[in-house]
């Protein structure tokens, strides 16, 4: 893929600067990214399995689709384009939080992030493609299930996503 802009912000999420994307962890500057929950009618969740050629975390479980902010691009633009051009799905979202993360990226070093978490509904299939290569469907209790079970199967990333917003996932289950 292209590299491409992204923004470089503080430690109060305000935009500083932009780098390329290749230049991340080479530079260790903060950034912006987006996670998508995508939930259908029987409240099951889309779980995407990425591809093994993927840089990061790969043929590991993600949530629906996650991204960075492209330079310029708020977060909501930004998890509306990366559900589109992942999954081929359009839907309204609904931002469930913003939080500050430090992740471990899988061929070392640090990823320093802030998160946009969006919860969105679709009961569209999934276009798959070559970043995503697999998906399910599966429940709160079956995903918490088998991340106790199996946690080394799902992103690291979305382990700690999940921790941040399971709740609030289980409460938009409860409105319908």
Same mark, same amino acid.
């Given at each position: 893929?292209?590299?491409?802009?992204?923004? /470089? $912000?503080?430690?109060?999420?305000? $935009?500083?600067?932009?780098?390329?994307?290749?230049?991340? @962890?080479?530079?260790?500057?903060?950034?912006? !990214? !987006?996670? !998508?929950?995508? =939930?259908? &009618?029987?409240?099951?969740?889309?779980?995407?399995?990425? *591809?093994?050629?993927?840089?990061? *975390?790969?043929?590991?479980?993600?949530? *629906?689709?996650?991204?960075? !902010?492209? &330079?310029?691009?708020?977060?909501?633009? *930004?998890?509306? =384009?990366?559900?589109?051009?992942?999954?081929?799905?359009?839907?309204?979202?609904?931002?469930?939080?913003?939080?500050?993360?430090? /992740?471990?990226?899988?061929?070392?070093?640090? @990823?320093?992030?802030?998160?946009?978490?969006?919860?969105? #509904? &679709?009961?569209?299939?999934?276009?798959?493609? #070559?970043?995503? /290569?697999?998906?399910?469907?599966?429940?709160?209790?079956?995903?918490?299930?088998?991340?106790?079970? &199996?946690?080394?199967?799902?992103? #690291?990333?979305?382990?700690?996503?999940?921790?941040? /917003?399971?709740?609030?996932?289980?409460?938009?289950?409860?409105?319908?």
């Amino acid at each position: 893929m292209a590299d491409y802009y992204i923004d /470089v $912000v503080n430690e109060k999420d305000e $935009v500083i600067g932009k780098e390329l994307k290749s230049k991340k @962890l080479e530079k260790g500057f903060i950034s912006r !990214v !987006v996670a !998508v929950y995508l =939930r259908d &009618s029987e409240g099951k969740f889309l779980m995407c399995r990425r *591809a093994d050629g993927k840089d990061d *975390a790969p043929g590991l479980w993600d949530l *629906a689709v996650c991204g960075n !902010v492209e &330079s310029g691009e708020e977060y909501e633009q *930004a998890a509306k =384009r990366e559900l589109e051009e992942e999954l081929g799905i359009k839907c309204d979202l609904k931002l469930l939080g913003k939080f500050y993360e430090e /992740v471990e990226a899988t061929k070392g070093g640090i @990823l320093k992030v802030f998160c946009g978490i969006f919860l969105g #509904h &679709s009961d569209e299939t999934p276009k798959l493609n #070559h970043e995503l /290569v697999e998906f399910r469907k599966m429940s709160l209790d079956e995903i918490e299930k088998e991340l106790r079970e &199996s946690p080394k199967k799902f992103c #690291h990333g979305f382990r700690i996503d999940f921790e941040l /917003v399971k709740e609030k996932l289980r409460n938009k289950i409860g409105q319908g």
